[in-house]
């Protein structure tokens, strides 16, 4: 039976007091990690310095990235400050890596946005360049879109063999690409090749399902090593919800994105889906919804 874990993701504080108050009240609530984003636009703070200031203002609580942005960054360049990282939290990174996929960052910063399948299979090197660093001696790697050559990066992560590896998607090649390579796999909505937003198409119930199906396949022999997980978007109440993100939730009330009715109900219904669909790592993707989130965390954290 795998265990409940619980993260939220914070964007940001007016202050380095606000944004420590906010992982000391994450650590003390029971919520297992605190995540960042990782766009240009918007009122996001620069995930890593942010990591970095939550990791020293608590003892237990993780901390990762949902996601960073491959495009971003050179591999290169994220092993070592995710090596840093983990050095300096004593082995509490989570690293969560996506493709990059909104539009907006890509045209406010002058860069080009690639075609879907060329930025998953830009990805898919890069997650092979990551392990290759941060595992011992050097490393040396030619691909389509990287080339390493005898790189030795100093330190190396705390965690070994590597830091907890997430990868999530809702399209089959970032699924796949998941299931073969991550630690950890968040199931959400496939984005719109053109990256403005989430397609609508791709969600319900069934299409939700059929990707449970897939990482499964796709893991094959891994599957019991992976924790599986989701974004919770819209917590204790129907109607209209004013979102930070592209994501709509209307469409996934029959989905564990979306927790509707009293606590027990709430508490049910994740139970629901980890025992019968091994999802255990939920994500709560909206400040807004820690009041009535909390008390969750609390009773089933662990558990």
């Known amino acids: 039976m ?29 919520f297992d990690v605190l995540l960042v984003p990782d766009h240009l636009v918007g009122p996001r703070l620069a995930p890593f310095a942010a990591m ?7 003892s237990r609580l993780r901390v990762g990235t949902l996601v960073a942005a491959n495009d971003f960054r050179h591999p290169a360049v994220l ?19 996506g493709t990059g996929w909104m539009a907006a960052d890509y045209s406010a910063a002058g860069l080009p946005l690639a075609p879907p399948g060329v930025r998953v299979a830009r990805l898919a090197e890069a997650v092979t360049v990551l392990k290759g660093l941060w595992g011992e001696g050097p490393f040396s790697f030619s691909g389509a879109h990287y080339r390493i050559e005898a790189l030795d990066q100093q330190p190396k992560p705390v965690q070994r063999p590597h830091p907890r590896l997430l990868l999530g998607g809702g399209g089959p090649r970032m699924l796949t690409l998941a299931a073969r390579e991550a630690d950890v796999v968040n199931l959400g909505m496939r984005v719109r090749a053109d990256g403005t937003g989430p397609d609508g198409a791709d969600a319900g119930l069934a299409a939700f399902l059929s990707k449970l199906s897939l990482v499964r396949e796709a893991a094959g022999e891994r599957y019991d090593r992976l924790e599986l997980g989701t974004s919770i978007q819209q917590v204790g109440t129907a109607g209209p919800v004013e979102s930070w993100s592209a ?42 919804d820690l009041d009535a989130f909390a008390p969750i965390v609390e009773e089933l954290s662990g558990r």
């Open 52 to 58: 970095t200031a939550a990791a020293c203002a608590t």
């Open 247 to 288: 994501a709509d939730p209307s469409g996934q009330g029959e989905t564990p994105q979306v927790l509707l009715g009293t606590h027990r109900d709430m508490v049910d219904r994740l139970r629901h889906w980890r025992d019968g669909y091994d999802l255990s790592y939920f994500v709560l993707h909206h400040e807004r």
């Open 2 to 30: 795998r265990r409940f874990r619980f993260a939220a993701v914070v964007r940001q504080a007016e202050s380095g007091k606000a944004w420590a108050d906010r992982a000391r009240r994450l650590e003390a609530t029971g």
């Open 79 to 97: 092993a070592k400050e995710s090596a840093t990282l983990d050095l300096l939290s004593d082995g509490r990174l989570e690293l969560g890596i």
